[in-house]
């Protein structure tokens, strides 16, 4: 994928991560497969393709990474998914390590988004517990991503879009 965008664009600005899988369920049932499933999307994914866009980067002496987490993944609750997740998050000492060197690393954490997997006779339901009485749209987790891009002084940050879940609403 690096070397495709690198061939098409010649130089890669903002690599972001929005690959990433969940297996629901209480502890005792997450299976082994679960486990390798989940660390091979959401954390080999993440290292492999942020390694390589970062050795680009680093090069151009500038870029910045978003990686589209989950706010569910800062909550007590779905301890072992979550607990997976947060390895997902932009660790902010991988911000610092890279920042004096031009390269910015942040996070979305979206909440309940009108995509997979709710369908849509269950929006108004999912959407009724949050303070704005809605689910949240694509295009709000594209706003995040571009208000991120245009922040040039923040890096090692995760930008919750959720609706006030992270509150504990």
Same mark, same amino acid.
């Given at each position: 994928m690096i070397d495709a965008a690198?061939?098409?664009?010649?130089?890669?600005?903002?690599?972001?991560?929005?690959?990433?899988?969940?297996s629901p369920g209480p502890f005792e049932k997450y299976t082994e497969q679960n486990y390798k499933d989940v660390l091979a999307t959401?954390?080999?994914?993440?290292?492999f393709i942020t390694q390589k866009a970062i050795e680009v980067m680093l090069k151009q002496a500038n870029g910045h990474v978003v990686q589209i987490t989950t706010t569910r993944a800062c909550q007590l609750q779905h301890s072992c998914a979550a607990g997976v997740d947060n390895q997902r998050?932009?660790?902010?000492?991988?911000?610092?390590?890279?920042?004096?060197? +031009?390269?910015?690393?942040?996070?979305?954490?979206? +909440?309940?988004?009108?995509?997979?997997?709710?369908?849509?006779?269950?929006?108004?339901?999912?959407?009724?517990?949050?303070?704005?009485?809605?689910?949240?749209?694509?295009?709000?987790?594209?706003?995040?991503?571009?208000?991120l891009e245009d922040a040039s002084f923040v890096t090692g940050e995760i930008l919750h879009v959720d609706g006030d879940k992270i509150a504990g609403h």
């Open positions: 690198l061939e098409r664009f010649g130089r890669i600005d903002t690599l972001i991560n929005n690959a990433g899988i969940f959401n954390l080999n994914g993440f290292l998050r932009p660790d902010r000492g991988l911000a610092i390590e890279y920042a004096s060197r +031009g390269i910015r690393v942040n996070a979305v954490a979206p +909440g309940a988004i009108k995509t997979s997997p709710y369908a849509l006779e269950t929006h108004e339901a999912v959407g009724m517990p949050h303070p704005l009485k809605r689910m949240g749209e694509p295009e709000d987790i594209a706003q995040a991503i571009l208000y």
